[in-house]
């Protein structure tokens, strides 16, 4: 209650100025645009708007049979007011009225750039606004050769020119704030900044035009891609399939797999010694491989033996057989050649 009676003592210029100073606030803010604080002030602007808005109607201080020159200097700043409602309402955030949010912002370009068009304030052309309907507006006025190649080219380059306009437009603006907002600026640079706001604020309708116009159709063909989806019935959910065996696989698992009927109950050796004790097989022999392979390596080892002995003994007789045969021969026998 107590901020609707704010707002009620307002005057016209200030509910402008707290507006145009929310909007600034909103911009350059680093809080996301969520948040309850900037939505707090975007509604707060679009109220001071509105009621702004119902003040300039009561005064009637425009008419569409006038040009820029012929309003007061001091009234000239009031034109921006559709501006600065599509800008905030461009900032508006809720669950499922995006769309509703684009349109409204639309309206209020299109309401600004017709009185712009209409008082000469700068030179454009004015976007199609027989309707909020993009596709609409563009099956009405375009043709085939606009949506060519060249025509792409032609908006690309409107783009470019009119970035450069705002461009110039916010730097001789730079320069004229100080002295407008100090109160020291005449008549005339009054009017010329008031002037250039309006021109600046036409390049940024126009943009934001193209932005909202390609927003709309991407939302209404998610929208259509929904509807459509939802037309085609879900498919019926099917009972589970019950489990079912093949007569081949209940085969091989009986032979191969656990299902065999005949499954061994005892090992082979198992097996053995029950034949054995019912006799109906010989007993086992007693010596086992580990005791042959002993057997085995131990005759090895007494022929090696056996034949180290007989090598000895023949060896010790060869030397017994010399030393025979130098006793009956003493050193010098058979030496005839040098008797004397």
Known sequence: MAAFEDLQELRLPELLESSRQLLEEVEETTEPTGSKIIQDKVRRGLDLLLRASGMLSQLDLFSPNEDWEEIASADLKYLML?????????????AGQRLDHLQQAREHFLTFLTQMHNYHVADFELPWAGSSSPEEGQAATSSPAERSLVAMASQRQTKIQRYKRKKEVEERLSGLQSAVESGQADDQLVREY???????????????????DQEIKILRERDSFSEVSASYPRPQEKPPLKPFVLTRSTAQAQVFGAGYPSLATMTVNEWYEQRQKCKALPAPEVETQPTRVGSYRESQQEEEEEQEKEEHDEARQRLQQWDDWKESHPRGYGNRQNMG
Request: without cysteine; charged residues 20%.
């Open 82 to 94: 559709p501006a600065l409602q599509g800008a905030l309402t461009l900032k508006l955030l809720g």
């Open 194 to 212: 008031h002037l250039l706001h309006l021109r600046r604020w036409v390049s940024i309708s126009l943009d934001e035009i193209d932005s909202i």
